[in-house]
């Protein structure tokens, strides 16, 4: 059971497609709750292109079977933070990417690839913030003994975890729940969040015509 909190920012109707680009290192499970979004119309995008930075991301095998372009671009195989984001950008600007979605991301991002879409990088993050900002952000939970944890959709700043909230769900504790079980519980609530995250955030800032 979670509970669903929406700033009031509800989305307008728009017939416009969403030209999506989906960062992922790891399993890539809200990859495909994003393409499966897309499918069942909940969410009017397109994924354009997946990067993933790691080579044996299973991500790259949900891409191959959704029949989604994707493309490696190893983070070992940069000098700088910097060089891999110009590397992003210029792979998702030759798709005709216009928003990106963190899905699962395991690298900070920086003012180059954050000043090339301004206020158009979405994150999906494993707790309700401002709390249990940065990595292992479940286990913080766990050992906080919280009784309510859950998940956050937010626009990308250059403070981390600390930008504009979109949306959160709200997922409650148990008391015998270990990291993995909290964890899979959260996971179920930001696969809904994040498409409609998107949604909202689009709605909210069209780009130019």
């Given at each position: 059971?979670?509970?669903?909190?929406?700033?009031?920012?509800?989305?307008?109707?728009?017939?416009?497609?969403?030209?999506?680009?989906?960062?992922?290192?790891?399993?890539?499970?809200?990859?495909?709750?994003?393409?499966?979004?897309?499918?069942?119309?909940?969410?009017?995008?397109?994924?354009?292109?997946?990067?993933?930075?790691?080579?044996?991301?299973?991500?790259r095998?949900?891409?191959?079977?959704?029949?989604?372009?994707?493309?490696?671009?190893?983070?070992?195989?940069?000098?700088?933070?910097?060089?891999?984001?110009?590397?992003?950008i210029?792979?998702?600007?030759?798709?005709?990417?216009?928003?990106?979605?963190?899905?699962?991301?395991?690298?900070?991002?920086?003012?180059t690839?954050?000043?090339?879409?301004?206020?158009?990088?979405?994150n999906?993050?494993?707790?309700?913030?401002?709390?249990?900002?940065?990595?292992?952000?479940?286990?913080?939970?766990?050992?906080?003994?919280?009784?309510?944890?859950?998940?956050?959709?937010?626009?990308?700043?250059?403070?981390?975890?600390?930008?504009?909230?979109?949306?959160q769900?709200?997922?409650?504790?148990?008391?015998?729940?270990?990291?993995?079980?909290?964890q899979?519980r959260?996971?179920?609530?930001?696969?809904?969040?994040?498409?409609?995250?998107i949604?909202?955030?689009?709605?909210?800032?069209?780009?130019?015509?």
């Open positions: 059971m979670s509970s669903l909190i929406v700033p009031d920012r509800s989305p307008t109707e728009s017939s416009t497609s969403i030209a999506l680009g989906v960062l992922a290192s790891g399993n890539g499970s809200n990859f495909e709750a994003l393409a499966q979004a897309i499918a069942a119309g909940q969410l009017q995008a397109e994924i354009r292109l997946l990067i993933y930075n790691n080579p044996e991301a299973y991500v095998q949900r891409a191959e079977r959704l029949g989604i372009p994707a493309l490696l671009l190893d983070h070992r195989q940069f000098a700088s933070r910097e060089d891999l984001d110009a590397a992003i210029t792979a998702f600007r030759d798709r005709g990417v216009e928003w990106i979605a963190m899905a699962g991301w395991m690298r900070l991002v920086t003012e690839l954050i000043q090339a879409f301004p206020e158009r990088i979405i999906i993050h494993p707790s309700l913030l401002p709390s249990f900002k940065g990595i292992r952000a479940v286990e913080q939970a766990i050992a906080a003994k919280v009784r309510i944890s859950g998940c956050t959709a937010h626009l990308v700043t250059l403070d981390v975890d600390s930008g504009p909230i979109l949306v769900a709200a997922v409650p504790v148990l008391p015998d729940d270990t990291v993995d079980s909290l899979q959260i996971q179920v609530e930001e696969h809904k969040i994040l498409p409609l995250a949604a909202l955030a689009a709605a909210r800032s069209p780009l130019p015509v």
